[in-house]
């Protein structure tokens, strides 16, 4: 009897050795969509950004946290809190995305950025950029979720918005529309 427990014993030992803790060693499943924003091209040399307005279609597979009445199926609503926020070397504050829209018939998705002349909460003074380099320059990012965990959507290459409104403000000319300025979205999947 005490050499089969000792055998089960061993065996029972070398189950949970061989077998880890309750687990292998595969990832958790993709879940969200994690989408930098890029300001790129060449500015003025004397000016900064004063605004942003750009209009995406956001590809099928991925849902976008946004603000509606129960059961809407069309219309268009705001993004709620956190879906896109600053970030990037020189941030935008969270009072200066002063608008966004997400219309569920054609899966637009809009947003604006004013840049206000304050201070930032180091105390510099918001000179934002485009960038040349790379991407560009980080303005924003934009958390969303996908539709089905590990299915990966089909993602325009490049996704971008040659469209963009982009704001200059320079001492000289006030603000105005700069051309050859683009926004880049590049995305990253995560758990």
């Excluded at 089960?8 to 292998?24: D, F, K, R």
């Excluded at 890029?38 to 950004?49: A, T």
């Excluded at 307005?53 to 268009?76: F, H, Q």
């Excluded at 909460?121 to 560009?136: A, L, V």
């Amino acid at each position: 009897m005490i050499k089969y427990l000792s055998n089960t014993a061993a065996v029972l030992t070398m189950s949970i050795i061989l077998g880890g803790c309750g687990g292998g060693s595969s990832e958790p499943p993709k879940t969200q969509a994690v989408t930098k924003v890029y300001l790129f091209g060449k500015m003025s040399s004397s000016s900064r950004v004063a605004t942003i307005e750009s209009g995406i279609t956001v590809p099928d597979g991925i849902m976008v946290n946004y603000s509606s009445p129960l059961g809407a199926t069309t219309g268009k609503y705001p993004l709620r809190s956190g879906s896109i926020v600053p970030s990037g070397p020189v941030k935008f504050s969270p009072n200066d995305i002063v608008f966004t829209e997400y219309n569920l018939s054609d899966r637009k998705l809009v947003f604006k950025f004013l840049n206000t002349p304050e201070l930032n909460n180091k105390g510099i003074t918001k000179n934002i950029r485009s960038g040349t380099e790379g991407d560009g320059v980080e303005v924003a990012t934009m958390y969303f979720i996908l539709a089905k965990p590990n299915v990966l959507p089909i993602l325009p290459t490049p996704w971008q918005d040659t469209a963009a409104l982009i704001g200059e403000d320079s001492a000289s000319q006030g603000i105005y529309y700069a051309e050859g300025l683009n926004l880049n979205f590049v995305t990253a999947f995560l758990p």
